[in-house]
């Protein structure tokens, strides 16, 4: 089955696996309540109609809403900020919040070790100088 998406976050769905069995499509609304009840844990997964591969779920953010490394580098931005959401980062997302990357080397979000709950929410911002 192909699935094609021109939506919006929250309207965006994924199929997930948590026991090997694929369930879904779930809205991400609807899996983010099934992560925060405890129903999912760090090794369940969900597929990636852009990579065409099943995922660990907390790189599930960035599937839905990519970085845009090509649009910034086409607006002449040079450098990026990795903006974290606070205390809510796991310690591998918090070593990586608000450092400083080329846009030549942006990091690979999530990072690795990622364990946030029910994902990573790291996200690149462009540097203005
Ligand atoms: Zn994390």
Redesign the pocket.
């Known amino acids: 089955m192909v699935m094609r998406f021109k939506s919006t976050v929250k309207d965006s769905r994924r199929y997930i696996s948590r026991t090997g069995v694929t369930e879904g499509p779930y809205t991400v609304d609807e899996i983010y309540s099934m992560a925060v009840a405890g129903e999912t844990n760090i090794h369940a997964l969900f597929w990636s109609e852009s990579k065409r591969a099943w995922k660990p779920l ?1 790189g599930l953010m960035l599937d839905v809403d990519p970085e845009r490394i090509d649009e910034f580098i086409q607006a002449g931005v040079k450098q990026v900020r990795v903006l974290g959401s606070g205390n809510r ?6 070593a990586l919040a608000d450092k400083i990357f080329s846009i030549t080397s942006p990091p690979v979000l ?2 690795q070790g ?3 709950v029910p994902w ?3 996200v690149l911002a462009a540097v203005q100088d």
């Open positions: 907390v980062d796991c310690p591998a997302c918090s999530p990072p990622c364990r946030c990573c929410r790291l």
